[in-house]
Nanobody, 125 residues
Framework: QVQLVESGGGLVQAGGSLGLSCAAS????????MGWYRQAPGKQRELVAT???????NYADSVKGRFTISRDNVKNTVYLQMNSLRPEDTAVYYC???????????????????WGQGTQVTVSS
């Protein structure tokens, strides 16, 4: 199993900034892609940004130019810096990762998807 521990979030006025972080841990797992999704009340969960182990990033159009995703591969931690926040950014933000478990005895690898518990981001107008 992989555990994702999120921190950050909270309440901010429109135009303000917030930062999120998420640390992944799990024995015998290698952490591959990491990222953030969000879910607003009454809406489906949507991608915010992802980053692979090589540092390549992908952003939702709605956050491009305002949010920056980064990661520390040594700490298996992903960060999301959110600037110029808007009321429509209000949501529960979930950390996400794809992790691979390699079993040496059988020389097999299998990848799994994991989610964090979510952290609330509220942007007031």
């Amino acid at each position: 199993q992989v555990q994702l521990v999120e921190s950050g979030g909270g309440l901010v006025q429109a135009g303000g900034s917030l930062g999120l972080s998420c640390a992944a841990s799990g024995n015998s797992f290698s952490i591959n892609d990491m990222g953030w999704y969000r879910q607003a009340p009454g809406k489906q969960r949507e991608l915010v940004a992802t980053i692979n182990s090589g540092g390549s990033t992908n952003y939702a159009d709605s956050v491009k130019g305002r949010f920056t995703i980064s990661r520390d591969n040594v700490k298996n931690t992903v960060y999301l810096q959110m600037n110029s926040l808007r009321p429509e950014d209000t949501a529960v933000y979930y950390c996400w990762t794809i992790a691979t478990k390699t079993t040496i005895a059988t020389k097999t690898s299998r990848s799994y998807q994991y989610w964090g518990q979510g952290t609330q981001v509220t942007v007031s107008s």
